[in-house]
Nanobody
Framework: VQLVESGGGLVQAGGSLRLSCSCA??????????MGWFRQAPGREREFVTG????????YYADSVKGRFTVSRDNAKNTVHLEMNSLKPEDTAVYFC????????????????WGQGTQVTVSS
């Protein structure tokens, strides 16, 4: 499984960005994998942002992004998107796309596959 993120950049507080993650799989279909996003800000630990189950029926968000971020997946195109609205300076971080086979408690899952990350910077 190979994950490639795109869509990061610099935005003013209150603005929006849309991150995308393209997933290359072999052996198992993309639709068998739960997907998610983590982020890591300078000097801070990596944290869970959101997760979407293999079938898309279960979605989880960190409290810090609820109501502002929306995750979605397109199983026909092997992609996952993260729509980020009302961005705050504290959202500044490197955002990583992640994947794990199957479904479960996505905030607690151990994700086997990670992208390289894309930088999101929110200026005040």
């Amino acid at each position: 499984v190979q994950l490639v993120e795109s869509g990061g950049g610099l935005v003013q507080a209150g603005g929006s960005l849309r991150l995308s993650c393209s997933c290359a799989v072999s052996g198992r279909p993309f639709s068998d994998y739960s997907m998610g996003w983590f982020r890591q800000a300078p000097g801070r630990e990596r944290e869970f942002v959101t997760g979407i189950s293999a079938g898309g029926g279960d979605i989880y968000y960190a409290d810090s992004v609820k109501g502002r971020f929306t995750v979605s997946r397109d199983n026909a195109k092997n992609t996952v998107h993260l729509e980020m609205n009302s961005l705050k300076p504290e959202d500044t971080a490197v955002y990583f796309c992640v994947a794990v086979y199957g479904s479960g408690n996505l905030p607690q899952a151990v994700y086997d596959y990670w992208g390289q990350g894309t930088q999101v910077t929110v200026s005040s």
